[in-house]
């Protein structure tokens, strides 16, 4: 069963988008850390778009939906996945008890992992806007499983959209004291990094982006807190570069965010970074831009440039979906510029 989590976010961002929600894509630092969440692929198709036939607005989502998950041939993580998708739109309606029955049925078609499904698709619903039914959602949710790791770390990062860091915190680090698997405890942790960071608790962000580290099996599962570490370390005033030229090593850095990184080690300048950024075809799938822009700004933190690097941390704040720890680190940055 596990292989590619990318399949949920891959099923829920087509939903989003043909059913008009006003969620950005997901940005590339998030798309870099998997995180040990892992599924097979399966096929479903994808609700139409409302205002297509069928209707428009909620109602027509939800009646696509229903169509959807009436058919026999869905698989049992992609009726998981509409299951978890509807639960969040019957909550938007106030169904509650609808909400709760589409959790459990969740937990009889994927009894091993429905949570782990649930807490990657809310904070994607929770982008479109409505933060109040994503975390109802998932309150549901930890009422079948109280303390789960993933669902808790789900919360924290719809708080997090509402730029509530201290609540996130305190999640957190929760997740992490009841983490059962080295994935949940590098998801905890990663997460962790971020809360502390939008706090200012630089040291400790860094420590957690470093502890994130820990058993991640290739390279380009480590450039996210690699990079996050980075921008950690330059605000608790350490040696970050240092570090991070040892980390990278000998690795090759052509494939997209390893611009980024080569960059950040001083080895490009920034405008073929932002060159980078605008022409490689990774870069143009992950939104390379945004990450472009804001780790361009650490780099003028580090030099002493606070022009340089408030210019750069509006324009992440510009290219990044509020969704995004970009937008989030950025806006955060700026405050204390």
């Known amino acids: 069963m596990r292989r590619q989590i990318g399949h949920v976010f891959g099923v829920l961002a087509a939903f989003l988008t043909l059913t008009g929600e006003a969620v950005a894509q997901r940005n590339a630092v998030e798309s870099w850390d998997p995180s040990a969440r892992d599924f097979s692929p399966g096929g479903a198709a994808v609700p139409p778009r409302p205002g297509a036939p069928g209707g428009s607005g909620g109602g027509a989502t939800l009646e696509s939906l229903n169509k959807i998950l009436s058919a026999s041939q869905l698989s049992a993580f992609d009726r998981s996945i ?22 459990a049925e969740m937990g009889k078609v994927l009894p091993g992992d429905w949570q782990v499904v649930l807490s990657s698709t809310m904070p994607g619903l929770a982008g479109g806007g409505d933060r109040a039914a994503a975390l109802r959602t998932l309150d549901s949710a930890l009422q079948r499983k ?23 915190l305190g999640l957190l680090d929760a997740a992490l004291a009841g983490a059962q698997t080295p994935g949940e405890r590098r998801s905890a942790l990663f997460y962790r990094g ?17 502890a994130s580290l820990a058993g991640r099996p290739n390279f380009k599962s480590k450039q996210a807190p690699l ?16 570090a991070l030229v040892r980390d990278v090593g000998a690795e090759s850095l052509n494939e ?17 970074l932002e060159v980078a950024a605008e022409s490689d075809d990774g870069a143009k799938r992950a939104n390379g831009k945004c990450p472009a822009a804001f780790f361009i700004g650490m780099d003028a933190v580090r030099r002493g440039d606070k022009q340089r690097a408030r210019e750069q941390f509006q324009l992440a704040q510009a290219r990044c979906p509020t969704v995004s720890e970009l937008n989030w680190a950025a806006s955060s940055e700026l405050k204390r510029l």
Request: net charge positive; aromatic share 12%.
């Open 82 to 103: 509409y299951l978890s998708i509807r639960a969040f739109q019957l909550s938007r309606l106030g169904r509650e008890a609808d909400s709760q029955k589409d959790i």
């Open 146 to 168: 109280p303390g789960d790791p993933s669902l808790t770390i789900a919360q924290a990062q719809v708080y997090m959209q509402i730029a509530d860091f201290q609540r996130a």
């Open 194 to 210: 971020h809360a502390n960071f939008n706090l200012g608790n630089y040291a400790q962000a860094a420590d957690d982006f470093d």
């Open 227 to 242: 990079l996050w570490r980075y921008a950690a370390q330059i605000r608790a005033r350490r040696d970050a570069r240092t």
């Open 256 to 272: 997209w965010p390893g611009p980024i990184l080569r960059f950040l080690m001083g080895k490009s300048t920034a405008g073929e």
